[in-house]
């Protein structure tokens, strides 16, 4: 799992995952073991066609339980309730993969499986993955029941794109099971991020000295990533500003994609003024190396400096500081501070100097390009705190609400 995707406990205690029949069914065991790992307790339903493709004992030798197999009034069935058993002890519903007839099925309430049954009885959020051959998916019928399901709140993690089983060309392969975890997580998080569009910088920037060499610094962006995605499960818009080599975003997250300080701050300047915060988190390099000007998009070669050189450097501009110092009042800033010695002063400084509303700081030996992080935390308020070692998922998510309740 990646570390900005590990998210633990972020709201709810048990999801039912719907498996239709499609061949994409290999892949569904994976999504048990991930929501597991988020600290969940899962349980199945395979429809008839599904286990055509994969056995229940798959399911159950995962820890899935119950996993249910059978039609409401077989006489086999664990519960004489299990159709509607899920909907009264999960709090989400993801069907993954979810086939045209069951899809179907869900769009008109058409109750004669045992899992359109449960789907029909279930009181949480219900999301969907189809797989399915591209011109199923895009024929009118699917379109319209598709349509049918999110109105009624239903999730859609839409179909990737590509060749699928079948040989086609086409959108219908199940989606990146990332986006579906996340799907189920966005589905049990509370929504108290609803109605807030949250820009968030991350990662490094490279600043190119020549055509192929270029002053960076070893940030790998995955505290920011933590940031966003935990925002956008808690049902905020991310617009994330994004170095080079910084991780997979769901695609539910807006990516603007830079390389230098000078293009992050250009595009962070470009969506500040729609957001209601901003969590600047990026290791932007302070200053830019000045490349001969013969040499700026060539490769600068051994005979061009046989004694070597000595590189000048020119500053780059503070982002932050920049965008928090002509902002609304109405507008949030989160800064970050890296430091090698000193970190609760520096903090304390960085939260007046970039005029930021609240600072979280990390010595480099704690957080740089770890899973997991140790961090002190002030706001403009005066409140202090040390966060004992937590994963960066943990101090996401405990940053965002304490960002809420200012
Ligand atoms: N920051 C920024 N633009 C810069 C430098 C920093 O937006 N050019 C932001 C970072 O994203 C972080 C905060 O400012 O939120 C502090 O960054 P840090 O690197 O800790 O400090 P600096 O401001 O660069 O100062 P110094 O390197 O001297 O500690």
């Keep these: 799992m990646d570390a900005h995707l590990a998210f633990r406990d972020v709201g709810g205690t048990r999801l039912h995952l719907g498996v239709c029949g499609s061949v994409a069914v290999y892949r569904a065991p994976d999504l048990v073991r991930r929501w597991q790992d988020a600290g969940l307790a899962v349980s199945a339903t395979l429809t008839p066609s599904a286990q055509k493709f994969i056995t229940p004992l798959t399911f159950a030798a995962l820890g899935a339980a119950p996993v249910y197999t059978a039609a409401f009034d077989d006489p086999q069935a664990p519960t004489p309730f299990a159709h509607l058993e899920p909907g009264q002890v999960a709090q989400a519903l993801v069907i993954a993969p979810a086939s045209a007839a069951t899809i179907a099925r869900l769009a008109q309430g058409q109750a004669d499986e045992l899992l359109a049954c449960q789907a029909l009885a279930f009181r949480g959020k219900v999301v969907i993955a189809p797989a399915m051959n591209p011109a199923m998916w895009n024929h009118p019928a ?121 293009q992050m701050l250009d595009a962070a300047a470009s969506v500040w003024p729609s957001c209601d915060a901003g969590v600047f988190t990026a290791a932007v390099a302070d200053f830019s190396p000045v490349p001969p000007s013969e040499h700026a998009d060539k490769k600068f070669k051994k005979s061009d400096a046989p004694d070597g050189f000595g590189v000048r450097f020119a500053p780059n501009p503070d982002i932050l500081k920049t965008l928090a110092a002509d902002r609304r009042p109405d507008q949030k800033v989160v800064g970050f501070a890296a430091e090698s010695q000193g970190l609760e002063e520096s903090v304390r400084g960085k939260l007046v100097s970039k005029k930021a509303d609240m600072v979280v700081g990390n010595l480099i030996r704690d957080g740089f390009g770890m899973a997991d992080n140790t961090v002190f935390v002030a706001d403009a ?24 309740s200012r």
Excluded at 386 to 402: M, Q
């Design 381 to 404: 308020s005066g409140r202090e705190e040390r966060w004992t070692r937590l994963s960066k998922t943990g101090v996401a998510w405990r940053l965002l609400s304490w960002l809420l």
């Design 142 to 262: 699917t379109r319209a029941n598709v349509a049918t399901l999110r109105s009624r709140g239903c999730a859609v993690v839409e179909p990737g794109c590509g060749r699928t089983a079948c040989g086609e060309e086409g959108q219908g392969r199940l989606a990146d099971l990332r986006e579906i975890h996340l799907a189920g997580l966005r589905a049990l998080a509370p929504q108290d991020m609803e109605g807030l569009r949250i820009m968030v910088t991350l990662g490094p920037t490279r600043e190119h000295w020549d055509g192929l060499r270029f002053w960076t610094n070893p940030s790998t962006g995955t505290m920011g990533a933590a940031v966003a995605v935990a925002a956008w499960l808690r049902g905020a818009t991310v617009e994330a500003v994004c170095g080079p080599g910084t991780p997979w975003l769901p695609a539910g997250i807006v990516r603007h994609d830079v390389v230098s300080a000078r």
